[in-house]
């Protein structure tokens, strides 16, 4: 009979099914690292955990593999996956510096991202391009998408790094920084939860980037090769059987 173990700080729980064979992890749990505060992806508030967490726990089922999840600040979740002290962790976007560290699973989900502005600021502006000299609100952990990495470069913008989206659209409505950019869906559940709602938003009508979340695991880990090959059997398995789709729609 199956456990399980989800872990939020202090709160676990437990998922097992047969015992692995991986190196490092016979007959343990394999350890699995995600974030907080990101619906509908990643939220403990939300049904399983969001969607990038339904999803990794439909694939994890179905590898047949003892498994764990904790749910740690972001930036504490990567760096103890990158460390070893995690099996692997959940849901990343792709960097040039991770992908130079760590192993990428197929995408688990795809996020599309837009530009909010505070309410009148937009100008009939559609798109970040034509946005130079603005401040881009990025919280601290979290990947500078491409396209704002470019302005970054480019010496075209700026951004600015609080703790969470949150604060981030909170510091745009107060005009303290001009744009954050991120999941739409993310985004307005977030105002919502906040007394806001999209008329108090100018967004940009562009879609800036199309990111895939993906599951990490380190390069240099025993095991972690042969975990993200069985994690994106099983991922490629449930896609073409449309078994995830209850969870993206």
Same mark, same amino acid.
């Given at each position: 009979?199956r ?5 939020t ?9 047969m015992?692995l064979t991986l190196?490092?992890?016979a007959?343990e749990?394999l350890?699995?690292s &995600?974030?907080?505060d990101y619906?509908?992806? @990643?939220?403990? /508030? ?6 990038a967490?339904? %999803?990794? +726990? ?15 600040p972001?930036?504490?979740a ?8 995690? &099996? ?6 792709? @960097?040039?510096e /991770?992908r ?7 995408? %688990?989900? +795809? ?7 505070a309410?009148g600021r ?7 391009s ?11 952990g979290?990947?500078v998408i ?16 609080? +703790?969470d989206?949150?604060a ?6 107060a005009?303290h920084?001009?744009?954050v950019?991120?999941?739409?869906r993310?985004?307005?559940y977030?105002a919502g ?5 999209r008329?108090?938003f ?14 990490l ?12 090959r069985r ?7 449930l ?5 995830l789709?209850?969870f993206?729609?």
């Amino acid at each position: 009979m199956r456990k399980r173990l989800f872990t939020t700080g202090k709160i676990l729980l437990l998922l097992s099914a047969m015992f692995l064979t991986l190196p490092g992890h016979a007959e343990e749990p394999l350890t699995l690292s &995600t974030g907080d505060d990101y619906p509908p992806f @990643s939220d403990v /508030r939300l049904p399983g955990g969001g969607i990038a967490t339904q %999803i990794v +726990t439909a694939v994890m089922e179905d590898t047949g593999l003892p498994y764990r999840i904790d749910v740690l600040p972001w930036p504490r979740a990567y760096e103890l996956a990158l460390r070893g002290k995690y &099996t692997a962790s959940f849901a990343w976007f792709e @960097s040039q510096e /991770r992908r130079s560290k760590m192993l990428y699973s197929e995408p %688990i989900a +795809t996020v599309l991202s837009k530009a909010f502005m505070a309410k009148g600021r937009a100008g009939g502006k559609t798109n970040i391009s034509q946005l130079e000299g603005a401040v881009f609100c990025v919280p601290h952990g979290y990947t500078v998408i491409v396209p704002v990495l470019e302005m970054v470069e480019l010496g075209l913008a700026q951004v600015s790094s609080p +703790t969470d989206l949150t604060a981030c659209l909170n510091m745009v409505k107060a005009g303290h920084v001009d744009v954050v950019v991120g999941s739409e869906r993310v985004l307005l559940y977030l105002a919502g939860q906040m007394g806001m709602g999209r008329s108090d938003f100018d967004i940009l009508e562009d879609v800036v980037a199309a990111s895939p979340l993906h599951m990490l695991a380190p390069r240099d880990q025993d095991g972690s090769a042969e975990f993200i090959r069985r994690f994106n059997a099983s991922l490629r398995k449930l896609k073409e059987a449309k078994t995830l789709d209850q969870f993206l729609n």
